[in-house]
């Protein structure tokens, strides 16, 4: 069974601290991604990467970067959390093309600025 | 761009009936794939069901089927003898190129 990871399943930050949210798969897959869940909005794309140390940005990448130094973990960071960045954060990852090949998601993080 | 729409925000059925969820897309594409992702309360959200544009056939897994009607730009998903567990929030999602698109979903309660 693929298994997607994520460091915290709930986070309370201050505004204006530096945010990791951390994500780990462990069936070799080449893709990885980050979104952020908001009600009546759904799922929105904030980076991904397909490969190691190569990223690319989403749908709403402002605020927001990435870093995949490794091929199993990819991290998500903010570097000065705001409030309107309070939301459920779920990490994703497939093995082939991202166009056809299904995503195992991670169980999120819900992060609360304050 | 490509655009995913869930027009109904909550539904309910009756334990042991059938359910149909909505989905309507845009695109520039003629080559694409659609999704039915589900995620349970406090779980993890999961591949439902996956369709290829490419293909007239619609796609069924066991309970869950498709009615894939493409020049309507149509793609919505029928429950079938629905079970408690099948309640959760339910995303049609819409990939073309490496980019994958969710609609807002659609929150599916199960009454016994």
């Known amino acids: 069974d693929v298994k997607v990871t994520q460091s915290s399943r709930y986070l309370v930050k201050r505004t204006g601290e530096k945010v990791f949210l951390e994500c780990v798969q462990d069936?070799?897959?080449?893709?990885m991604f980050w979104y952020r869940q908001d009600p009546g909005l759904g799922l929105r794309l904030i980076y991904f990467?397909?490969?190691?140390?190569?990223?690319e940005k989403g749908d709403i990448p402002e605020g927001y970067s990435v870093s995949r130094e490794k091929k199993e973990r990819f991290s998500l960071i903010l570097e000065s959390a705001s409030t309107n960045q309070t939301s459920m954060y779920l990490c994703?990852?497939?093995?082939?093309?991202?166009?056809?090949?299904?995503?195992?998601f991670g169980p999120g993080t819900r992060l609360t600025v304050l | 761009a490509q655009t995913v729409t869930q027009s109904q925000p909550e539904m309910s059925v009756q334990e042991a009936e059938t359910v149909t969820l909505s989905c309507t897309y845009d695109?520039?594409?003629?080559?694409?794939?659609l999704f039915w992702y589900k995620q349970p309360p406090s779980r993890q959200m999961i591949l439902v069901i996956r369709?290829?544009?490419?293909?007239?056939q619609n796609a069924t897994e066991n309970r869950f089927s498709v009615n894939f009607q493409k020049a309507a730009k149509s793609f919505s998903l029928k429950i079938s003898d629905s079970q408690l567990g099948d309640a959760a929030m339910y995303f049609c999602?819409?990939?073309?190129?490496?980019?994958?698109?969710f609609g807002e979903g659609t929150q599916l309660t199960v009454n016994p």
């Open positions: 994703a990852s497939s093995f082939d093309e991202p166009s056809y090949d299904e995503q195992f």
């Open positions: 069936m070799d897959h080449e893709n």
């Open positions: 990467s397909y490969d190691v140390k190569m990223k």
């Open positions: 695109t520039s594409e003629s080559d694409y794939y």
């Open positions: 369709q290829e544009a490419y293909k007239q």
């Open positions: 999602a819409l990939t073309s190129g490496s980019r994958l698109t």
